[in-house]
């Protein structure tokens, strides 16, 4: 429900304070005096559109607070977890602050947010009707969500959501693979001569790096084995080796007798030997390896451009061959196994279209059920409203050509305000008056199943008097029973019903008469105010004995 409201400088508002409560209040007050106002200023807290015009004359900005109090668990906690906004389970506060330039600032819960988030917010949390209310009743989607929270339809619902999503699926899976086939099919004389020509060559993973270098190593290979014939003639130039090695003999004879003097010359010159014998044998090593075949470079450099060659034309790296042989491999294998996985696909899309149709068919039937005892229902609500000779039907067209999340229904109020009319869209077949009745009842039919806590109505009375405004008072108050209700009225009828009144009037400020401007106040009524107010709204402008009297019995009958 709605518990505060603060409005700062919006038209005529200075500041005003307002405090709420559950059940019937009522708004009365002169034409003029601001009603309308304070109805655009929470509108504006709602999300609806902002204009520079709202904001007071003078002001650089006007803002508006409102607080609302929604049950637990309800769909605007919902709203605001999916928007990363904190909110406790116990009160949210909505502020719009209208700059007198036209941009506007949201808040929610102080924290800043979205026009969109604000409005798909408000709608959760109030509705605000009017006699040319033309949201909630035109729009198509809100009479069959309408149908299905008055018939508690809401698990068959979401039956169908979940198997339409799981049609979809399948219904993709079925098609993607479908493509694929006949794309593979096309293809397949260009995949079996490409994957012949992958074969023959058997691609391997870093075969280009390996082929590379060995090619750059058999193109030096004169030149290393000259650079190793060189270091082999050096190494025997003078018959070195055999000069160390008559030395060393030499010094080892006479060594036990040199006391310890000659061994480390000897150690020496062993090492020098061996090491030598060692180069020369790697150097025999290496000229045996540098030795040029013509026949294994032109091979080498065959497969290298080969393997290159057939990169390009596949638009690949050489290393990625292998893989686009596996890949071709399996297109191919899928167009040869493709036929008994496209009969496994479109066997599970029948199947989900099945189960779809069966969830659909059950809502469709669970619709009609519905709309024929909503039907009885507003029937019975219009004739006290003197709408006696209307006619109203709750149209459940099915075609499942249009199936969809919701199923295959299309759900329409239709009515005819007046005998050997046509049946009509709720919004073109009836006068402001006649739809702001035709609103009411179906919101005391629908009561708290498809509304949101608060429902604020503007003037649904007009135009009546007598026993159609009294029996628009009781419907308020057994709306109230279910959801806050406010009321904006002129009638005495409705207002006596109330079990909170406000007044609002507009006065002139105080101070110097020259910069004194119009302002709008709210006054709680109670006891002998409220009965002034009522024998006011009985009489006009002057308030008569007689308008008193009629007050008190009109308190007197709603107790």
Same mark, same amino acid.
């Given at each position: 429900?709605?518990?505060?409201?603060?409005?700062?400088?919006?038209?005529?508002?200075?500041?005003?304070?307002?405090?709420?409560?559950?059940?019937? #209040?009522?708004?009365?007050?002169?034409?003029?005096?601001?009603?309308?106002?304070?109805?655009?200023?929470?509108?504006?807290?709602?999300?609806?559109?902002?204009?520079?015009?709202?904001?007071?004359?003078?002001?650089?900005?006007?803002?508006?607070?409102?607080?609302?109090?929604?049950?637990?668990?309800?769909?605007?906690?919902?709203?605001?977890?999916?928007?990363?906004?904190?909110?406790?389970?116990?009160?949210?506060?909505?502020?719009?602050?209208?700059?007198?330039?036209?941009?506007?600032?949201?808040?929610?819960?102080?924290?800043?947010?979205?026009?969109?988030?604000?409005?798909?917010?408000?709608?959760?949390?109030?509705?605000?009707?009017?006699? !040319?209310?033309?949201?909630?009743?035109? $729009?198509?989607?809100?009479?069959?969500?309408? =149908? $299905?929270?008055?018939?508690?339809?809401?698990?068959?619902?979401?039956?169908?959501?979940?198997?339409?999503? @799981?049609?979809?699926?399948?219904?993709?899976? &079925?098609?993607? !693979?479908?493509?694929?086939?006949?794309?593979?099919?096309?293809?397949?004389?260009?995949?079996? &001569?490409?994957?012949?020509?992958?074969?023959?060559?058997?691609?391997?993973?870093?075969?280009?790096?390996?082929?590379?270098?060995?090619?750059?190593?058999?193109?030096?290979?004169?030149?290393?084995?000259?650079?190793?014939?060189?270091?082999?003639?050096?190494?025997? +130039?003078?018959?070195?080796?055999?000069?160390?090695?008559?030395?060393?003999?030499?010094?080892?004879?006479?060594?036990? @007798?040199?006391? #310890?003097?000659?061994?480390?010359?000897?150690?020496?010159?062993?090492?020098?030997?061996?090491?030598?014998?060692?180069?020369?044998?790697?150097?025999?090593?290496?000229?045996?390896?540098?030795?040029?075949?013509?026949?294994?470079?032109?091979?080498?450099?065959?497969?290298?451009?080969?393997?290159?060659? =057939?990169?390009?034309?596949?638009?690949?790296?050489?290393?990625? =061959?292998?893989?686009?042989?596996?890949?071709?491999?399996? %297109?191919?294998?899928?167009?040869? +196994?493709?036929?008994?996985?496209?009969?496994?696909?479109?066997?599970?899309?029948?199947?989900?279209?099945?189960?779809?149709?069966? &969830?659909?068919?059950?809502?469709? +039937?669970?619709?009609?059920?519905?709309? $024929?005892? =909503?039907?009885?229902?507003?029937?019975?609500?219009?004739?006290?409203?003197?709408?006696?000779?209307?006619?109203?039907?709750?149209?459940?067209?099915? %075609?499942? /050509?249009?199936?969809?999340?919701?199923?295959?229904?299309?759900?329409?109020?239709?009515?005819?305000?007046?005998?050997?009319?046509?049946?009509?869209?709720?919004?073109?077949?009836?006068?402001?008056?006649?739809?702001?009745?035709?609103?009411?009842?179906?919101?005391?039919?629908? *009561? /708290?199943?498809?509304?949101?806590?608060?429902?604020?109505?503007?003037?649904?009375?007009?135009?009546?008097?007598?026993?159609?405004? +009294?029996?628009?008072?009781?419907?308020?108050?057994?709306?109230?029973?279910?959801? @806050?209700?406010?009321?904006?009225?002129?009638?005495?009828?409705?207002?006596?019903?109330?079990?909170?009144?406000?007044?609002?009037?507009?006065?002139?400020?105080?101070? %110097? *008469?020259?910069?004194?401007?119009?302002?709008?106040?709210?006054?709680?009524?109670?006891?002998?105010?409220?009965?002034?107010?009522?024998?006011?709204?009985?009489?006009?402008?002057?308030?008569?004995?007689?308008?008193?009297?009629?007050?008190?019995r009109l308190l007197a009958g709603t107790g």
């Amino acid at each position: 429900m709605l518990t505060h409201l603060a409005i700062r400088d919006i038209v005529l508002i200075e500041k005003l304070d307002l405090a709420l409560d559950e059940g019937l #209040g009522v708004l009365s007050g002169e034409t003029g005096a601001g009603k309308s106002i304070l109805l655009d200023a929470l509108g504006l807290a709602l999300g609806a559109r902002g204009d520079a015009s709202l904001v007071r004359t003078g002001c650089d900005k006007g803002s508006v607070t409102a607080m609302f109090s929604p049950p637990v668990g309800h769909r605007a906690f919902q709203l605001l977890a999916e928007a990363g906004i904190e909110a406790d389970e116990g009160s949210i506060v909505v502020r719009r602050v209208q700059q007198a330039d036209g941009k506007s600032r949201a808040f929610v819960n102080d924290q800043p947010a979205s026009v969109n988030l604000l409005k798909a917010l408000g709608a959760t949390l109030a509705e605000i009707h009017g006699q !040319h209310d033309d949201r909630a009743l035109m $729009d198509v989607s809100f009479h069959r969500a309408a =149908l $299905d929270a008055y018939g508690g339809l809401e698990k068959q619902v979401a039956s169908v959501a979940s198997a339409w999503e @799981q049609l979809a699926a399948a219904a993709s899976a &079925h098609e993607a !693979h479908e493509a694929r086939l006949a794309r593979a099919e096309t293809e397949r004389a260009f995949l079996e &001569h490409a994957l012949k020509e992958l074969h023959e060559l058997n691609p391997q993973a870093g075969e280009e790096t390996a082929l590379a270098d060995k090619r750059q190593l058999m193109m030096n290979a004169e030149q290393f084995a000259d650079a190793v014939s060189e270091a082999q003639a050096a190494l025997t +130039d003078g018959a070195t080796v055999s000069a160390i090695n008559t030395a060393l003999r030499k010094l080892e004879r006479r060594r036990e @007798q040199a006391q #310890g003097a000659l061994d480390g010359v000897c150690a020496a010159l062993e090492r020098v030997v061996i090491e030598m014998n060692e180069a020369q044998s790697q150097l025999d090593a290496a000229a045996r390896q540098f030795v040029l075949d013509p026949a294994e470079l032109e091979r080498a450099e065959g497969r290298l451009f080969a393997l290159r060659a =057939l990169a390009r034309k596949h638009k690949v790296q050489v290393d990625e =061959l292998a893989a686009l042989m596996d890949k071709f491999e399996a %297109d191919l294998q899928s167009i040869d +196994d493709g036929g008994a996985m496209l009969a496994r696909l479109k066997k599970a899309r029948d199947e989900a279209q099945a189960a779809y149709d069966n &969830h659909a068919r059950a809502l469709s +039937d669970a619709r009609m059920k519905a709309a $024929d005892k =909503l039907d009885a229902e507003i029937l019975a609500e219009l004739g006290p409203l003197r709408l006696e000779k209307a006619r109203f039907e709750t149209r459940v067209e099915t %075609d499942e /050509a249009r199936a969809g999340v919701h199923g295959i229904d299309r759900v329409k109020f239709l009515i005819a305000a007046n005998p050997g009319t046509p049946l009509a869209p709720i919004g073109k077949a009836a006068s402001g008056g006649e739809l702001s009745r035709f609103l009411l009842a179906l919101k005391v039919v629908l *009561a /708290a199943r498809a509304s949101a806590p608060t429902l604020i109505f503007d003037e649904i009375d007009t135009g009546v008097g007598g026993a159609v405004a +009294d029996a628009i008072g009781q419907r308020l108050v057994r709306l109230a029973r279910e959801l @806050q209700v406010v009321a904006v009225t002129h009638s005495p009828q409705v207002a006596s019903r109330a079990g909170h009144h406000l007044l609002i009037s507009k006065m002139e400020e105080a101070g %110097d *008469a020259a910069g004194r401007r119009m302002i709008t106040r709210v006054t709680p009524l109670t006891g002998e105010g409220r009965r002034e107010e009522i024998a006011r709204m009985l009489s006009g402008a002057e308030v008569t004995s007689e308008a008193r009297a009629q007050a008190d019995r009109l308190l007197a009958g709603t107790g």
